[in-house]
């Protein structure tokens, strides 16, 4: 846990600019993107713009009272930071429909903050996610360079439900350095107040430690249209044709797709074509890569039992022992596991011998294994790969990247070369 970076001896008036530090917001209502263009752009020590009462009213509140009423949240720790996440942002409905986070919002907020900062940002990659922090959490300095595959562009903003003084913490920093002393800038955690900043190798920021209360915040990403497109041209060039060839050399594979027709997924959409054809191509790049046989028969059934973003199932729970019985025990499980369990939390490997991971139904967590954690992230990027661009958004390459390099001694070198192209 960091230290607290600013106590009161380091908070002079010099450091608060006062465009930065607002004791009231502002008294109109604005759409998001009206503020955005309303708000005060600054270029110390790196470019930002501060936006004050960023949602309507009744919307920032609406938001603030789902955070506080319905959402679920889990611990997130690093050796930098800590604070809560929430687990069910997508239930929220203010993320849905015509909500003020729905894609179609988020695509505006894209569009008026690429207007502001001059730079032509994508406007459907936007990545959202929800944090609570509590007394003892914080975040220590650090930055998140674009250059390595982290989102162009973040957009802050702060939610909080009662007064706010400035001994809570909880404070956002633009820092020049890592030392407390090269603090540039600071925003107070206010209710309904906005901070986008660029992001590179200099764009350091910290959030000081809560003493009091509850900060909530709400995170977009926005990546560089030029990213995009690159990691989309990327996708293309890896990604193989669809063919039932790939599984030639896999032992009783007509068998296996007889079950799945059988059981219809021959006539279930799934990424532009069939379901079956989907579980085929998965199991094609898996056999490809040299993959196990158990890998290979869990990429075919990987999402029998529905995931996170497809919800038909072939299989319900309670038939896990006919394909136990049909593809063996340790692909079953694994296609089990691959449904339930978090996509975060198979990339989130980090060395560790295995952990306990989060399921999507908040079910008691999975221990996983080295072995599992590198199977499933390579499912996970067959996967994604047999869907093409409309599975890979810009940071999960990042993120790809990131575990295959932890994981290397556990993934078959074919697979590796693929990760390597994709993030070159």
Same mark, same amino acid.
């Given at each position: 846990?960091p230290?607290?970076?600013m106590?009161?001896?380091?908070?002079p008036?010099?450091?608060?600019?006062?465009?930065?530090m607002?004791?009231r917001?502002?008294?109109?209502?604005?759409?998001?993107?009206d503020?955005?263009?309303?708000?005060?752009?600054?270029q110390h020590?790196?470019?930002?713009l501060i936006?004050?009462?960023l949602?309507?009213?009744?919307?920032?509140?609406a938001?603030?009272?789902?955070?506080?009423?319905?959402?679920?949240?889990?611990?997130?720790?690093?050796?930098?930071?800590?604070?809560d996440?929430?687990d069910?942002?997508?239930?929220?409905?203010?993320? #849905?429909?015509?909500g003020? /986070?729905?894609?179609a919002?988020?695509? &505006? $907020?894209?569009? @008026?903050?690429?207007?502001?900062? !001059?730079?032509?940002?994508?406007?459907h990659?936007?990545?959202?996610?929800?944090?609570?922090?509590?007394?003892?959490h914080?975040?220590?300095v650090?930055?998140?360079?674009?250059?390595?595959g982290?989102?162009?562009l973040r957009l802050?903003?702060?939610?909080?439900?009662?007064?706010?003084?400035?001994?809570?913490?909880g404070?956002?920093?633009?820092?020049?350095g890592?030392?407390?002393?090269c603090?540039?800038?600071?925003?107070?955690?206010?209710?309904?107040?906005?901070i986008?900043?660029?992001?590179?190798d200099?764009?350091?920021h910290?959030?000081?430690?809560?003493m009091?209360?509850?900060?909530?915040?709400l995170?977009?990403g926005?990546?560089?249209?030029?990213q995009?497109a690159?990691a989309?041209?990327?996708?293309?060039?890896v990604?193989?044709? #669809?063919?039932?060839?790939g /599984?030639?050399?896999?032992?009783?594979a &007509? $068998?296996?797709? @007889?079950?799945l027709?059988?059981? !219809?997924?021959h006539?279930?959409?799934h990424?532009?074509?069939?379901?079956?054809s989907?579980?085929?191509?998965?199991?094609?790049?898996l056999?490809?890569w040299?993959?196990?046989?158990?890998v290979?028969?869990?990429?075919?059934f990987?999402?029998?039992?529905?995931?996170?973003?497809?919800?038909a199932?072939?299989?319900?729970?309670?038939?896990?022992?006919a394909?136990r019985?049909?593809?063996g025990?340790?692909a079953?499980?694994?296609?089990?596991?691959?449904?339930?369990?978090?996509f975060n939390?198979?990339?989130?490997?980090a060395?560790?011998?295995?952990f306990?991971?989060r399921?999507?139904?908040?079910?008691?967590?999975?221990?996983?294994?080295?072995?599992?954690i590198?199977?499933?992230?390579l499912m996970a990027?067959?996967?994604?790969?047999?869907q093409?661009d409309?599975?890979?958004?810009?940071g999960s390459?990042?993120?790809?990247?990131?575990?295959?390099?932890?994981?290397a001694?556990?993934?078959?070198?074919?697979a590796?070369?693929?990760?390597e192209?994709?993030t070159?």
């Open positions: 846990m230290d607290s970076l106590p009161d001896s380091l908070m008036e010099r450091l608060m600019p006062e465009r930065l607002p004791e917001l502002a008294d109109h209502a604005s759409a998001a993107p503020a955005i263009a309303a708000g005060t752009l600054g020590p790196y470019p930002h936006a004050e009462r949602f309507a009213d009744e919307d920032a509140r938001l603030l009272d789902w955070l506080m009423g319905d959402a679920t949240w889990w611990r997130q720790e690093r050796d930098f930071y800590s604070h996440s929430c069910n942002l997508d239930d929220c409905p203010l993320v #849905r429909g015509d003020v /986070l729905s894609p919002a988020r695509g &505006d $907020l894209a569009r @008026a903050l690429g207007q502001r900062f !001059g730079i032509p940002l994508d406007g990659y936007v990545s959202l996610c929800a944090h609570r922090m509590r007394p003892g914080g975040i220590g650090h930055t998140d360079d674009p250059i390595l982290t989102e162009y802050l903003i702060t939610l909080r439900d009662d007064g706010f003084d400035d001994a809570d913490g404070h956002f920093c633009m820092m020049t890592h030392e407390p002393d603090v540039a800038a600071i925003a107070r955690p206010l209710h309904n107040l906005a986008a900043f660029a992001l590179s200099r764009s350091l910290a959030v000081n430690d809560v009091n209360g509850e900060r909530f915040s995170v977009l926005f990546w560089h249209a030029d995009v690159d989309q041209a990327r996708t293309a060039e990604r193989p044709e #669809r063919s039932e060839a /599984l030639a050399g896999v032992d009783g &007509d $068998l296996f797709v @007889a079950e027709k059988g059981r !219809g997924a006539r279930t959409a990424s532009g074509a069939s379901l079956l989907h579980l085929v191509g998965v199991a094609s790049l056999a490809d040299t993959c196990r046989d158990a290979i028969r869990a990429g075919l990987h999402s029998v039992y529905g995931t996170g973003t497809f919800r199932r072939l299989y319900a729970e309670w038939e896990r022992d394909l019985a049909l593809i025990a340790e079953e499980r694994l296609a089990w596991l691959f449904s339930v369990v978090r939390e198979i990339y989130k490997y060395g560790e011998d295995g306990m991971a399921r999507r139904d908040a079910a008691e967590p999975e221990w996983l294994s080295i072995e599992d590198a199977d499933l992230n990027l067959a996967n994604a790969l047999e093409g409309t599975a890979f958004e810009p390459l990042f993120e790809l990247k990131q575990a295959f390099a932890k994981l001694g556990h993934i078959p070198s074919k590796r070369r693929v990760v192209a994709l070159a």
